[in-house]
């Protein structure tokens, strides 16, 4: 659940919470509150605007109270707990109940400032609440080795120490149980099983910065007696990452620097040999690895005050992992720069790399694109799975009237096929989806695209490269003098490129492409006000097909309820649909109650009828209804019926159709 999700009702809880756990005072909250009410921007944004709260605290107070109910219901059980061990009176915790309702602090908070309990006392209480093993930080032994598989930021920042590796799980030692949202990110980053154990919170944090500073020394150890260039590092993820930097690349001289180039060229070979560090090394490697166990598609570094902000794209939506201290960030940036073979020296304009990891599933493309902002680099790196490539229509989310329909499609032997929906909609696994439908054996394909995100066997694919003359309507030119028989287009930018491509599908020639439009009618509509006549058009398409992507309920933790009557309507669902389902959060779906993404399709094939309406410029709507297109918002409908997706992926993900 996102801020921008969140009711009035709902930001004032959190930012009770927010009160509750000292992050700010009462009359914060309360100020924030006015400004919210005079200006109409949302009580979290004014919260966050204030600096008075990370953003990344307020995720993990929203991850808390709307994904563990169970463990919200324990903290009013803790002066329960604590009378049950003989550690307050009855008047004792009377008088912090008390001081409870009148400032809205938390109940463990208020004993231990009136010192009532001991801190060694409350943690005892808390092992007992939540049915934790408690130990004392003296006596934790850390495997060093364990410490590899949760990147520093991320222990420091949600307070976990990795203690050791048993039966296969991450046993980490923990000051805080409620912070549910540290546990899930350990298991995310480290791809393991997580067992708690629980010490003094105060102790923690001391213990966390010596076990990581012991780690580092070791790593600066292995890294004078590793061969020089090459990083010991004990995962298979980041031993293939770091295979991808030449070992002879040279230090580029930074030319624009101007008169202070020799002092640069010093400072840059400093961030080099910091980039180097084991630490680094290991960071990135970690992170890229984390990435890969939570199905992440991109990871998002976002240079912010104070420190840098990780986040991950799961199934659509980004999630905060850690924070890069800012001493780090540089380096950082630079050790990525390195693995995509790009110029460290260059930290004024955009680049572009990619290097290749390999996984569990297969090898993993890495796409990097770095831009400056005015607090550093951003760099967004996405990951490209081969084992998308492999998708079959049957896999995508149609229906088998939607499968057989797309098959009969694909195998005509010419006219135009158009995948329309906005970006990161899954348009390209669709096109492709559908290449593998073709014979590769006895026909000529070739793909035309910017970039090329997936090597097919079989295929000949064409990077566009402008810079080069590579321009889409040249290179189609070429390509259409290579014998092709099916052709796919990257997507459909301008006139030039949409007639070359329409009198390609007229004259014998499978071609798929992608625009970028509402829904299938759309696409035609588009086309003519992009300059191509409705004769051209009418002539060429086979049909459109317009698409979304809706996060699928985790089956692990699937369960039904009874929606309310403005739930139904929202949706456009009957009152006499008496029950529908969705997730309540566990540990396979990191708490989100979704566990992977699938698709929604409506697909309008041109019929001699729908022919005629586009030759007449007929609107859309009419187009639509005369192809008895089954629309993207009943397709979802179905799914929330089903037991697929949910109420609030419909009007998170199919609201901006209507």
Not at 141 to 163: F, S, T
Not at 515 to 540: D, F, K, Q, R
Not at 603 to 613: A, G, M, S, Y
């Amino acid at each position: 659940m996102g801020t921008e999700e969140l009711t009035r009702q709902e930001e004032t809880r959190i930012g009770e919470v927010l009160v509750q756990e000292e992050y700010i005072t009462r009359e914060q909250l309360e100020a924030a509150i006015e400004r919210e009410k005079g200006s109409g921007i949302s009580l979290l944004r004014h919260i966050i605007n204030m600096q008075h709260v990370p953003i990344h605290t307020i995720d993990e107070i929203l991850h808390r109270e709307f994904h563990s109910p169970k463990r919200r219901k324990a903290d009013l059980d803790l002066g329960k707990t604590l009378l049950q061990l003989g550690a307050v009176t009855k008047e004792q915790l009377a008088r912090a109940i008390v001081e409870e309702k009148r400032t809205g602090r938390l109940l463990g908070s208020i004993l231990l400032d009136q010192g009532v309990v001991t801190s060694h006392v409350m943690t005892a209480a808390l092992g007992k609440l939540y049915g934790l093993p408690v130990m004392d930080v003296e006596e934790l032994e850390v495997d060093l080795d364990a410490l590899m598989h949760v990147p520093e930021p991320v222990a420091a920042r949600d307070q976990v120490l990795p203690l050791r590796i048993e039966q296969g799980a991450l046993v980490v030692a923990i000051g805080d149980p409620r912070r549910t949202a540290a546990i899930d990110t350990v298991r995310m980053m480290s791809g393991m099983r997580v067992q708690c154990v629980l010490v003094e919170k105060e102790a923690l944090a001391r213990t966390i910065v010596s076990k990581y500073r012991a780690f580092e020394r070791r790593l600066a150890k292995q890294r004078v007696s590793a061969p020089k260039h090459k990083a010991a590092v004990t995962t298979h993820v980041a031993e293939t990452a770091v295979t991808a930097e030449k070992e002879s690349q040279p230090m580029e001289k930074p030319t624009t620097r101007g008169e202070g180039a020799p002092e640069d060229r010093r400072r840059f070979e400093k961030l080099r040999e910091a980039a180097e560090n084991m630490p680094v090394v290991s960071l990135v490697a970690r992170l890229v690895e984390g990435a890969i166990n939570a199905r992440a598609t991109d990871i998002h570094l976002d240079p912010q005050r104070p420190e840098m902000r990780v986040r991950y794209r799961i199934d659509g939506i980004l999630h905060d992992v850690m924070t890069i201290p800012e001493r780090t960030e540089a380096a950082v940036v630079s050790r990525i720069k390195i693995l995509a073979n790009m110029d460290i020296t260059e930290t004024r304009r955009p680049q572009d790399g990619h290097f290749d990891v390999d996984s569990g599933d297969g090898s993993i493309d890495l796409r990097v694109a770095t831009l400056p902002t005015h607090l550093g680099e951003r760099v967004v790196i996405r990951l490209l799975s081969r084992a998308l490539v492999g998708l079959g229509l049957n896999e995508l989310g149609l229906d088998k009237k939607g499968v057989d329909t797309l098959k009969k499609l694909i195998k005509k032997p010419y006219g135009m096929i158009l995948v329309t929906g906005p970006t990161g909609c899954g348009k390209t696994t669709t096109l492709y989806a559908a290449l593998n439908q073709r014979n590769v054996i006895s026909e000529s394909i070739v793909t035309l695209e910017d970039p090329v995100e997936y090597e097919l066997s079989g295929i000949n694919q064409i990077q566009i490269n402008p810079n080069v003359g590579l321009t889409f309507p040249t290179t189609l030119r070429a390509a259409l003098r290579q014998d092709p028989d099916t052709i796919m287009l990257g997507e459909i930018r301008d006139v030039e490129t949409a007639q070359i491509a329409i009198r390609a599908a007229m004259t014998g020639h499978l071609v798929f492409s992608t625009l970028h439009t509402n829904n299938a009618p759309e696409a035609i509509a588009t086309l003519y006000n992009m300059g191509v006549p409705s004769y051209l058009t009418a002539a060429s398409l086979a049909a459109v097909v317009a698409q979304r992507l809706v996060r699928v309920i985790c089956p692990h933790c699937m369960t039904r309820y009874k929606p309310s009557a403005a739930e139904l309507k929202s949706v456009g669902l009957k009152e006499t649909v008496k029950s529908i389902h969705r997730g309540s959060g566990c540990d396979e779906c990191f708490h989100t109650g979704y566990l992977g993404r699938t698709g929604i399709f409506e697909i309008l094939t041109v019929t001699p009828k729908v022919r005629d309406l586009i030759l007449e410029n007929a609107p859309a709507e009419q187009i639509g209804r005369a192809a008895r297109v089954k629309i993207i918002p009943d397709q979802c409908r179905d799914k929330i019926r089903r037991g697929i997706t949910t109420v609030e992926e419909y009007l998170r993900v199919v609201g901006a159709y209507l």
